[in-house]
């Protein structure tokens, strides 16, 4: 990962008044720890201080987004195989529980909508950190 956006920010940067904007899609598990998660929480938290890094030794602009929990397949997997029951629980195709108590899970649609938001809006901290469940 950090040896391709290396070389794509090295390409990009040739090319002149080109205004770059990188995306992490990042989680709540980046600053959380949540049961049966260790190895996809220090990823998530490796790649968000790898990109405000990012933010502070280039001229991009790094937007670090949390899109809340999305209706996807990883989330199917989890309900079948965490070893964590709670975690199973929580994730199930039949839980009445969110995955997180004052969160709904949410469609890509809705998600993606909101990142567009906020990119065409570009007001958040160069190399922050944006949760789609902010204001």
Do not use: W
Not at 83 to 105: A, C, G, L, N, Y
Request: aromatic residues 8%; proline residues 4%.
């Amino acid at each position: 990962m950090i040896a391709l956006n290396c070389q794509l920010y090295k390409v990009l940067s040739e090319i002149n008044d080109l205004k770059t904007i990188v995306v992490n899609t990042t989680s709540l598990a980046a600053i959380q720890p949540i049961s049966s998660f260790t190895q996809y929480c220090v990823g998530k938290a490796a790649r968000e201080a790898y990109f405000r890094n990012f933010a502070l030794e280039t001229d991009s602009r790094v937007l670090n987004y949390s899109p809340g929990p999305v209706e996807t397949d990883m989330i199917t997997e989890i309900g079948k195989s965490s070893f964590d029951p709670q975690i199973r629980e929580m994730f199930s195709p039949t839980s009445t529980q969110s995955v997180d108590t004052h969160r709904k899970r949410l469609s890509p649609k809705e998600t993606v909508s909101k990142l567009i938001a906020i990119i065409d809006k570009n007001e958040f901290d160069n190399g922050g950190r944006v949760d789609y469940f902010d204001s």
